[in-house]
């Protein structure tokens, strides 16, 4: 290290902690020894000297003047460091910092009026956040699950000592007073009030109904766990008082799977007894618990739209508008199998949503008869390994087995599109029946990701000589980021079979099973 | 909210005003054996927490022995050892007799302390005089004839020159100093500049007017007109001036002190009185003033310098100083967010002092245990690298360890919540 | 009685997300005041440091 080079600014001043980081990053280039720059104070000159760099230059340089003294193997390193040094001086940082709090009541003291806490943390600590949201007087919703049943029963008791919701856990959708909340759609304001255990079920609900030309007043989820008897549907009999006094809500729809027996007792007569029409969507429950009281049955998501409308409006509506005729269906079936290769036998159902997989297990009932899944519809239904289909077979992929480690499948599609690669690449696959759900929360463009992947999948199946099925149902609307329309082309133009609504889709993808089946 | 909870959160309020509401005047400069209490002859204090000989790190080891040269105790390196081991020199920390000290904070008898009185409580506190700029220092553990000198030429020629400066102005008010600097780019531990001028300036009209030989004032205007960082030893005497009638309070979870001595790290909280809270001290990352030095060379963080980021500052505002940034090749963005972050873990904020860059926001007040065990966020402290035997070799930022909050914390709760 | 709940539904929503950010995106888009809590396990996750702070803070 013979070559010594020392620079002198005159006059030019900068920070010395600038200066020692522009030393630090001088000392890495190649064949530099060593680099000091420095103000030529006295202090540094003895520090120079003791570097051996204190060349004449630098000892008649002064306070005010700026030193750059390298030490380096040969000439090329030094004046390359030289120069590396003066370009470094001439640099300037400069960035932006957004603003998010690290605490809870820092955020609150941000925004003091804040009436409600979005919770969709692990649910290990969701219980303690959700608590001192409360303790703190906001309304919570609670998007995370895995909380404990303890935890919930002593939220929600804490929530009705101090006249503050607690909707969840579990809790995907809600739309309050127009402001849409987790996975939520865009949808008019209007009069048809809903409540839901199920966030997939209020989401198609409220894109049908705003699809008739109506629209939603509130769409509040309660949580999946409410209906259970240890927690007493505590939040829905709140709710249930809060819509009915609601100005804004002129028919009110309860959508859910089949409660607890004893809670559902509670709740339909709690519902018996309201000023407002009432549609009761038990999915897959028994119609006798309206009968003889003034409240109207709802098999079908698409049937509660249809009825809160028609209850709404007073106008007969039968079916959603674009609803396709059950002849036309057949027809389609049958035009699909005639495709198809004597081997391809079975559906294979692939659900973001957990409660369109659930309405589409009761639909496909009807033509398949035992379907296997891993939210099966008995017990002996239940798949021994999620990541393997038997026979027919439908998926919730929004299960934990499945979303350890990751996001939500309508955040995430990447677990779904593999999923339906695998299946179609199976010989005895021969129908794909798939949800999209829009709206705000989720993914920003499913259709596009899906229908590269369908594409694949179908190009696979033909060059195996089989043609593969691929149903869809868009749970979404116009207003949506996505907008319904541009989805739905997006699938249609990969070839996929689009319908209207989950239940219809579900239909049709049954029908092409059982007619594969026969054939 | 429970009755733990709002007594926890009252007496945090009551901490902070006290902190608050503290007016630290500099009143004197004596020896230390004049005022520091319970300072003897055979005294040397060193920056806390309390540590044996045996376990010391090398600059304060050497600082020890340095002190006990300098005060003539003994002649050779040898006998001071053998003086200490034999438990005739008295070993103490600064903080056990309301002082500070920085770097390894080695005070003695004959060495010159800045007294600083809050005026609100009457209690007053103590920090040595700044040494020296240079690497190697009696500050760093670096004792040699040159060091023995200039601490002599401290104690009989600056310091006097200093106090009749000091007396003839009739006190300095430290806080505004403090609120003019950290406008200036101070935070006011690793960065002083602004406030040593403005102090400089304050001081030079009374200086050339007190009734001192004027050999002694120009070499002591010459000392202080290069002493970038003088002041920092002043603002740690009111650091802890203001800290001291904030202890004590019970069921206050507010540190009240914090401090290193290259081998632990210590805090002491509010409601939990006298009690250090310790656990390894850590690395200091950042930059070596030599391409031969590295963090093989240097000694764990040290010193009770950190008594200003106690108080909000050093550390806690680097928005304000953002320079202090580059030593771990950070940014602006960095120094802001660093700061807005330690609002987090705060009971407050000080609107006597304000940060430019925060739109004018005042420094953090009060760092409150539960929140830094909660969020995370552990304090930096914006500090010197020392080598590990003595001297300077670098400068950086360290942060506190989580270890002290977690069993202050787990203290806290057994005194204080019923089981 | 004009119960907090009652109140709520003619209120406009002003939200603490604590926890995914898309949903405080989503707030936003819609002109909705919303604060983001960047959420991150509190003491690590220690169960004997979560319930001292659940008695604290």
Redesign the interface.
């Known amino acids: 290290m013979n070559v010594r080079r020392v620079l002198v600014k005159p006059r030019e001043y900068s920070d010395s902690v600038r200066l020692m980081r522009i030393s630090e990053k001088l000392r890495g280039l190649s064949g530099v020894g060593e680099a000091i720059l420095m103000m030529a104070t006295d202090n540094n000159k003895r520090l120079l000297e003791s570097a051996g760099l204190l060349l004449a230059e630098a000892r008649s340089a002064s306070a005010n003047d700026l030193v750059i003294a390298i030490r380096a193997e040969a000439d090329e390193a030094a004046e390359a460091a030289v120069r590396q040094a003066e370009s470094l001086l001439k640099e300037r940082v400069a960035k932006d910092t957004t603003h998010t709090f690290r605490t809870f009541d820092s955020a609150l003291e941000a925004l003091p009026e804040a009436n409600l806490a979005l919770i969709s943390v692990p649910g290990k600590y969701a219980a303690a956040e959700a608590r001192r949201a409360l303790e703190r007087g906001l309304h919570v919703m609670l998007f995370s699950d895995n909380v404990s049943l303890d935890d919930e029963i002593a939220l929600k008791r804490l929530g009705r000592e101090k006249g503050l919701l607690v909707l969840g856990p579990d809790c995907g959708t809600a739309v309050i007073n127009g402001a849409a909340l987790g996975f939520a759609n865009v949808v008019r304001s209007g009069p048809v009030g809903i409540l839901g255990a199920s966030g997939t079920g209020i989401q198609e609900i409220c894109v049908l109904v705003d699809r008739m030309g109506s629209g939603i007043s509130h769409a509040i989820g309660t949580g999946g766990r409410d209906l259970s008897l240890a927690v007493g549907a505590s939040t829905m009999l709140r709710c249930i008082d809060l819509l009915e006094a609601d100005e804004k809500t002129r028919v009110i729809v309860v959508t859910s799977k089949p409660p607890d027996s004893r809670v559902a007792t509670r709740v339909l007569e709690r519902l018996a007894c309201c000023r407002k029409p009432v549609v009761v969507n038990f999915l897959g429950g028994d119609p006798a618990g309206v009968a003889g009281t003034p409240m109207h049955w709802a098999s079908t998501l698409e049937e509660a739209a249809n009825a809160a409308v028609r209850l709404e409006t007073g106008k007969g509506r039968g079916t959603s508008s674009g609803a396709v005729d059950p002849a036309a269906l057949t027809g389609q079936a049958e035009q699909e199998v005639a495709q198809m290769a004597p081997k391809q036998k079975y559906l294979r159902g692939l659900f973001s949503g957990g409660t369109l997989g659930y309405e589409a297990l009761l639909v496909l009932r009807d033509t398949l008869g035992d379907i296997h899944s891993n939210i099966p519809l008995r017990h002996d239904l239940r798949l021994p390994d999620s990541w393997t289909s038997v026979g027919h077979t439908l998926v919730d992929l929004g299960e934990d087995e499945y979303t350890q480690g990751r996001a939500h499948p309508m955040i995430d599609p990447t677990l779904r599109l593999h999923r339906l690669l695998d299946e179609a690449a199976l010989p005895e696959v021969a129908v794909i029946l798939l949800d999209v759900v829009l709206g705000l929360g989720t993914h920003p463009d499913p259709a596009h990701g899906l229908a590269d992947t369908v594409r694949r999948a179908r190009a696979t199946a033909h060059a195996e000589g089989r043609y593969l099925s691929v149903v869809t149902a868009v749970c979404g609307t116009e207003q949506d980021p996505q907008g319904l329309a541009r989805q739905e082309e997006t699938l249609r133009a990969a070839g996929a079979i689009v319908l209207p609504t989950n239940a219809q889709a579900s239909r049709l993808a049954g029908l092409i099973a059982q007619r594969a089946c026969a054939a | 909210m429970s009755d733990l909870k709002a007594s926890i959160a009252a007496a945090n309020q009551e901490t902070v005003d006290r902190i608050l509401a503290g007016q630290p005047v500099w009143v004197d400069v004596r020896p230390a054996i004049e005022v520091v209490p319970g300072m003897t002859r055979n005294m040397v204090l060193h920056s806390s927490p309390r540590i044996e000989w045996g376990r010391m790190c090398g600059p304060h080891r050497n600082g020890i022995i340095g002190a006990v040269l300098f005060e003539g105790l003994a002649q050779t390196r040898d006998e001071a050892i053998h003086l200490i081991e034999n438990g005739d020199i008295l070993i103490d920390t600064c903080h056990n007799h309301d002082s500070v000290g920085a770097g390894a904070g080695i005070t003695s008898a004959s060495m010159p302390v800045v007294v600083v009185e809050n005026k609100t409580y009457g209690n007053r506190a103590y920090c040595d005089v700044f040494e020296s700029g240079a690497l190697q220092s009696l500050k760093w553990g670096w004792y040699d004839e040159k060091v023995g000198a200039h601490l002599h030429w401290l104690a009989e020629v600056f310091a006097p020159v200093l106090r009749a400066g000091i007396e003839c102005m009739g006190g300095l008010d430290v806080k505004s100093i403090v609120a003019k600097a950290v406008q200036m780019g101070d935070e006011c531990h690793n960065r002083s500049i602004a406030a040593s001028s403005l102090f400089f300036k304050d001081l030079m009209p009374y200086l050339l007017r007190s009734q001192v030989k004027e050999a002694d004032l120009l070499q002591a205007v010459d000392f202080l007109a290069k002493a970038d960082h003088f002041f920092l030893h002043v603002t740690m005497a009111a650091a802890k001036a203001v800290l001291e009638p904030a202890k004590d309070i019970p069921y206050s979870t507010v540190v009240t002190a914090m401090a290193r001595n290259g081998v632990d790290f210590g805090i002491q909280v509010s409601g939990l009185g006298n009690e250090w809270f310790t656990a390894p001290a850590g690395k200091v990352d950042g930059l070596y003033f030599r391409s031969e030095w590295g963090p093989g060379d240097a000694a764990l963080d040290l010193g009770d310098s950190c008594i200003t980021e106690t108080v909000g500052l050093g550390g806690l505002i680097q928005a304000t100083a953002p320079t202090v940034q580059q030593y771990v090749q950070g940014t602006l963005a960095d120094a802001i967010r660093n700061t807005v972050e330690f609002r987090e873990i705060c009971v407050s904020t000080n609107r006597e002092l304000q940060l430019p860059n925060l739109d004018f926001e005042g420094t953090p007040v009060g760092i409150d245990i539960r929140k830094v065990v909660q969020t995370g966020i552990l304090p930096i402290l914006d500090t010197g690298i020392t080598s590990k035997e003595a001297g300077l070799i670098g400068a950086g930022q360290a942060r506190a360890p989580k270890e002290c909050f977690e069993k202050a914390l787990r203290a806290f709760v057994a005194r204080y919540a019923q089981a | 009685m004009d ?4 109140r ?13 950010e ?3 995106e ?2 936003r ?2 002109g ?14 220690d169960p004997e ?2 319930d ?6």
């Open positions: 119960t907090d709940d009652k709520l539904l003619r209120q406009e929503i002003k939200t603490v997300n604590i926890g995914l898309l949903f405080g989503a707030l888009q819609q909705l005041q919303v604060v983001q809590v960047d959420w991150r396990a509190p003491a690590d996750g440091l979560l001292i702070l659940a008695q604290l803070l």
